[in-house]
């Protein structure tokens, strides 16, 4: 099925740190850059969450898209021991 130009796109790409390996092959900068141009190019509602680094506020900031920005906690071993990292939703037609 194609996507329509209408629907809701939600994208939770890996975060834009140092590891990026979830699969296979690496998810780098070019592939967020991707993405984000991808994105951007919906006609119909899109979401994405990542982690707020300088690079990715610039990138969607520069595609229009607004940001959201919220403190989520990061469990390491389920201890809790970590600070919360600055996440950033990057969000597009919802005029």
């Known amino acids: 099925m194609a996507l329509r130009a209408d629907d809701f796109v939600y994208a939770d790409p ?4 140092e590891f990026t390996r979830y699969a296979k092959e690496d998810f780098g900068w070019d592939d967020q850059v ?5 994105l951007g190019r919906h006609r119909g509602p899109v ?3 990542n982690q ?4 990715i506020v610039e990138l969607y ?4 898209f607004a940001l ?3 403190d989520a ?8 021991d970590r600070p ?9 037609g919802f005029e």
Request: charged share 20%; hydrophobic share 45%; glycine share 4%.
């Open 14 to 17: 890996p975060y834009d740190v």
């Open 47 to 49: 979401v994405l969450s």
């Open 52 to 55: 707020a680094t300088p690079w």
């Open 61 to 64: 900031t520069e595609l229009g």
């Open 73 to 80: 906690p990061r469990m390491i071993s389920c201890n809790g």
């Open 84 to 92: 919360p990292a600055r996440e950033v939703l990057a969000l597009k």
């Open 68 to 70: 959201r920005f919220l």
């Open 34 to 38: 991707r993405l984000a141009r991808w």
